[in-house]
């Protein structure tokens, strides 16, 4: 079934997208060096849209914006927690790969924080990936997420929350910003930015395409430890549900707004994501083998990176897992997500009013 929702392409500027992939990309090249992944390669290899010598001038210019930026990440972090929110299907593969993670086997539950000792050295207050069911609906999950971002914002000594949505975890916490903000309370203050990465936005084309089809066979199966399904989860990221519910539901104006997108030569996508890359591409050859480009933008917001990554490459570190046949099934690229997930809690925090 098709949107009754009519949907417009604009450039960038006249949509109201601000372009912030330049500066950001000086940022990402700053952790790269520090931070190379396990397979180094030029910043060109993992993000489009930047200059590939930039002028001496623009190098100058960012070396201060660098240092100011990081010398505010460095007071605020303290007082900082970043939330993760997972996506689709998150919970059959938590023990080893929740986003921005360090792709180590562990306890389901250990893995939601153990997985980001990585970046104790931030000195953020917490880094946490929420517990959500991978298969139901984003409304269920909304209230979920409502509730742990209630929680973190109540913990002694949390100032600031950033989070960082994967993939369905968007619309899921958009969700939860609309529920927060019509409780009497309101939205908590603490929550400063919404950062998307290959965000389900303005959904998939292939959940409309194969939704019927999932729905009728989700609560039948139950494999790789997944929780059941609602027989929902799929709805959740259609483009029909979700165009309609952010034209019923604008993003609380209190929030400032990141969007990272993916898209990737068909070469360079997992071999499991290659038939939906290729289905997709007869739309638009950007995207990540899930979704297009043009639809993980959020509403008034920032666009930080088009990283040159497949939608798991950008976030979930499969390739690091111990079962062959798991690692066989990704690019196997070495995607540097731990550079990516620094630069963007440094831009969240270092760039703020």
Known sequence: MMSPWPIVNLPRAAAGIQD??????????????????????????????????????????SKPRLAALEQRFQAQA?????????????????EQSVPFGDGVLRERALSRSEAYRQYADLGLAQVQAL?????????????RVAAAIRQEAARPGVQRIVLIAYSKGVPDT?????????????????????VAVAGVVMGTRLADHFEDLFEGLSTRINAFGCTASDGQEVSSVTQRE????????????????????????????GISLRPFNSALSNIDPRNDGQLL??????????????????????????????????RASTSERGYPREALFRALVKWTLGSGP
Do not use: M
């Not at 950001?24 to 849209?49: D, M, N, R, S, V």
């Not at 609380?252 to 898209?263: C, D, E, K």
């Open 78 to 94: 303290p007082g900082s927690s970043v939330l993760l929110v997972p996506g689709l299907f998150s919970d059959c593969f938590e």
């Open 131 to 143: 517990s959500l069911p991978g298969r139901e609906s984003s409304a269920a999950n909304a209230k």
């Open 174 to 194: 958009l969700r939860a910003l609309a529920l927060l903000q019509a409780e009497a309370e309101g939205l908590p203050a603490a929550v400063i930015d919404l």
């Open 293 to 326: 480009s043009r639809d993980a933008i959020l509403p008034g917001s920032s666009l930080l990176a088009e990283a040159r990554a497949d939608h798991w490459d950008i976030a979930l570190p499969r390739e690091r897992h111990p079962n062959a046949w798991v």
């Open 20 to 61: 912030e992939r330049q500066d950001f990309g000086a940022l990402f090249a700053q952790e790269l060096l520090a931070h190379p992944g396990t397979k180094p390669q030029p910043i060109q290899a993992w993000l489009y849209g930047l200059e590939a010598t930039p002028p001496p001038a623009n190098l100058a210019a």
């Open 242 to 269: 979700s165009v309609a519910w952010l034209a019923a539901h604008p993003p609380p104006r209190s929030l400032r707004y990141h969007s990272v997108l993916g898209f990737v030569p068909p070469h360079e996508v």
